[in-house]
């Protein structure tokens, strides 16, 4: 497992090195079907990390967000994100990452977490713990409700769903403070702990799947918000460092 993951922060460094050459520069922007933006640099990041692990590691699959599926149904699955947050990108504003993560046979076992501009590293192997820049990192310990600090990201299905929505709003209420940082920040600052909660409620697997062994090397519970296991499939997250606190998450996602 050392060797997949010394590749995989070596195509990270691979894609944070193009990224970072570009940030200040124009580039082209299209847009996809869904509205959503891709840039040059997303593709040219992509390619660079699937020119690294492809070379080590050919037999493997592969699931990128710009370039497509390759094997597939291989044992071993990289699930990459070149540029998660390419609006973000596009705006300048920092808060964007690549993410790269392995799964082995559907279960996810090692993610690089990669924030070129923001200036994060973060990595973990299941059974090894979680790093941050060199440092080992963990959540927080466990707290009530009422001293906890919640963020959110995407909550578009919880809007049209008035049951879900009164249940967020009563967590938040009860909540310490809550926050948006959203995008790789807050899986981060959960897994270091700085924060104690996330709920999302419209993802992509390519998003959270580096994140998610992350966020549970570092001791925190996650999964989707009706308490599934984190796959190719997931669209939410409920996420804490405690088991208290994802049940609450959970009980907005039965609304749902």
Known sequence: MQEFLEQAKAAAADAAAIIREHYDRAFDVQYKSD?????????ASERAIRAR?????????????????????????????P??????????????????????????????????????????????????D?????????????????S???????????TALAKLAQTMRGAHRHR????FLHYHLLASGSIDMICEAEVNILDIAALTVIVREAGGVMTDLKGGDIGLDTTT????????????LLEIGRSL
């Open 237 to 248: 997250v409920a996420a804490a460092n405690s088991d208290e606190l994802h049940q609450l």
């Open 152 to 162: 959110t990201g995407n909550l578009n299905p919880l809007l049209d769903n008035p």
């Open 134 to 150: 060199g440092k080992r990192i963990g959540v927080d310990v466990a707290k009530p409700l009422a001293r906890s600090i919640l």
């Open 35 to 43: 509205a959503s933006p891709v840039t040059e640099v997303d593709i």
């Open 83 to 132: 540029i998660d947050g390419t609006k973000s990108f596009v705006r300048h504003y920092p808060v964007f990452s690549t993410q790269i993560a392995l799964m082995h046979k559907g279960e996810l076992v090692l993610g690089v977490s990669s924030a070129p501009v923001y200036g994060q590293l973060a990595w973990a192997v299941k059974g090894e713990g979680a790093y941050m």
């Open 53 to 81: 692990l492809e070379a080590a590691f050919p037999e493997h699959g592969f699931y990128g967000e710009e370039l497509g599926q390759a094997q597939p149904d291989a044992d071993y699955l990289w699930l990459i994100d």
């Open 180 to 183: 948006g940082y959203g995008d």
